[in-house]
């Protein structure tokens, strides 16, 4: 077993390590069904919500994802393909992870009382991430056993108010072709969380080259269309409403994970929805995601440092690259408040079900001057996923 001390943390003080601003080389979709797409069908646009909006209303009526399959990597990887079928490149990275991955590998230094335990395996010269499920769903059971404060509310009562938020501060199309009934009608539509616009992004820390993908749930104008811009995304966020000074460090705790989540896939801009105990919208707040960490430092409590987390995550990268050196199915995995972060080989050989075989038959073959056999290898995954060539 190898082992990564995350203590002491001055080890990874200092300058910031090299970052490399986050690019979308593909996007991929998930409709009202949860079917995937690749295109942009669930893009968003961003328009601010009615202050004083009750977060409760429509709880009952919540259509909920089930999200108790594991589904693996499988959405990043069939957009790889596409990705590799269009351009005729293979995608070059060191790490490729879903971003919930990297947003806890970045907030371990800070973040003491989680854990985690996440799948992985090298194939091709990339390390593939997932989150262990059989983990995952323990985890959930445990946070929904745990008793509440009386008289305050269930965890999946704010979980709605999060997604409750989504929905009224999101359109299907920019302001102009947005008719006024559907703007100040989103108070009284069915919430649904099925629906999800995936950003795959490439990027990079220290010397570790990365490709993220990752749900955003806005774009703030439009994509722009020349692909080298910057996207003006927007990432969603409620909080309860800051009354005393215990609030205000749980606030700039919350707001960690709030800039690491945007800072992966290189969202400039964080609404954050302030509510009531009781889940009534009071006031909206526009953050920008590069002030936070400055904000914290010299305003704040200084309970986490933005530079140490980058560093922190270099850091590890590059350790990671030297401790999975082989192929076959490895763990890596942090014990709730431990020290270290451990990696080790649970199966000898293969890539278990982190890989699709689709995948697999895609990298595994020699398609240089095939170009026939690349269009039918583009048309087949089309296909598979009901999306007319």
């Not at 190898?2 to 080389?25: D, V, W, Y």
């Not at 108010?161 to 989103?186: C, H, N, V």
């Not at 960490?293 to 990268?317: E, H, Y």
């Amino acid at each position: 077993m190898n082992t990564f001390p995350i203590q002491p943390l001055h080890q990874f003080a200092g300058t910031s390590a090299a970052i490399r601003r986050p690019k979308e080389i593909a996007y991929f979709s998930y409709d009202d069904h949860h079917e995937f797409h690749l295109d942009e069908r669930s893009l968003r646009y961003y328009y601010p919500p009615s202050i004083g909006a009750d977060l409760s209303k429509g709880s009952e009526s919540f259509q909920q994802l089930n999200d108790t399959a594991d589904d693996h990597l499988d959405g990043l990887l069939k957009t790889i393909i596409d990705l590799e079928q269009r351009t005729g490149s293979r995608i070059a990275a060191d790490v490729i992870t879903w971003r919930g991955m990297m947003t806890k590998i970045m907030a371990t230094p800070f973040d003491n009382m989680g854990g985690f335990e996440m799948n992985a395996t090298k194939f091709q010269d990339s390390i593939f991430i997932e989150e262990n499920h059989e983990y995952k769903l323990r985890s959930k059971e445990r946070q929904h056993s745990r008793p509440g404060r009386p008289g305050a509310p269930s965890q999946d009562l704010m979980s709605f108010w999060g997604y409750k938020f989504e929905a009224l501060s999101l359109m299907p199309d920019q302001w102009d072709p947005t008719s006024r009934d559907f703007i100040e009608g989103r108070e009284d539509m069915i919430v649904n969380n099925y629906a999800q616009y995936c950003s795959v992004v490439k990027t990079g820390i220290g010397k570790a080259k990365i490709v993220i993908g990752g749900e955003v749930d806005a774009v703030w104008d439009c994509k722009p269309d020349n692909k080298d811009s910057p996207i003006n995304w927007v990432e969603l966020k409620t909080s309860a409403e800051i009354e005393n000074d215990r609030d205000v460090l749980k606030h700039e705790r919350k707001l960690m994970k709030f800039w690491i989540q945007s800072f992966l896939l290189g969202v400039p801009k964080i609404i954050i929805g302030f509510r009531s105990d009781k889940g009534i919208l009071r006031r909206i707040e526009e953050v920008e995601t590069k002030s936070i960490p400055v904000k914290v430092k010299k305003q704040g409590r200084g309970s986490w440092d933005g530079n140490l987390c980058i560093n922190f995550t270099a850091n590890f990268l590059e350790w990671l690259k030297e401790a999975i050196s082989t192929d076959g199915v490895w763990t890596i995995r942090r014990r709730d408040r431990s020290p270290t972060i451990e990696v080790f080989k649970s199966e000898d050989f293969g890539h278990g079900h982190i890989l699709s075989q689709e995948f697999l038959e895609w990298r595994g073959t020699d398609w240089e001057g095939k170009e026939e056999q690349v269009e039918a290898a583009r048309v087949k995954l089309l296909n598979s996923i009901g999306t007319v060539s």
